[in-house]
Nanobody, 122 residues
Framework: VQLVESGGGSVQAGGSLRLSCVAS?????????MGWFRQPPGKEREAVAV????????FLADSVKGRFTASRDSAKRTIDLQMNSLKPEDSAMYFC????????????????WGQGTQVTVS
């Protein structure tokens, strides 16, 4: 089981980035939910988005609502995070996460974590 993120980088405030996460070693259907966490320098990790893989319902943190969108593609075994209107406070390491059971929206305790991809907004 491996989660591999891509799409991070540096962008100016107001710009956009799209993060992608490929799940290898299992089908999205074997996970109940996947999502994205982020960890700014010197701060704790926080849930950004959670998406239920079967029906696609997503939950977004209040700080990113209206700017970020989570989606999934079961055939490609990927989930994406489209980030628009980026702000400097969005700068963080972003992690892809997955959980097979007992998902609870943004309160889900995730078992599987990717290595992360850096997003820097200046």
């Amino acid at each position: 089981v491996q989660l591999v993120e891509s799409g991070g980088g540096s962008v100016q405030a107001g710009g956009s980035l799209r993060l992608s996460c490929v799940a290898s070693g299992y089908r999205l259907s074997s996970t109940e939910c996947m999502g994205w966490f982020r960890q700014p320098p010197g701060k704790e990790r926080e849930a950004v988005a959670v998406i239920y893989t079967s029906h696609g319902r997503s939950f977004l943190a209040d700080s990113v609502k209206g700017r970020f969108t989570a989606s999934r593609d079961s055939a490609k075994r990927t989930i994406d995070l489209q980030m628009n209107s980026l702000k400097p406070e969005d700068s963080a390491m972003y992690f892809c996460v997955a959980q097979t059971t007992r998902c609870g929206g943004l309160n889900t305790v995730f078992r599987d974590w990717g290595q992360g991809t850096q997003v820097t907004v200046s």
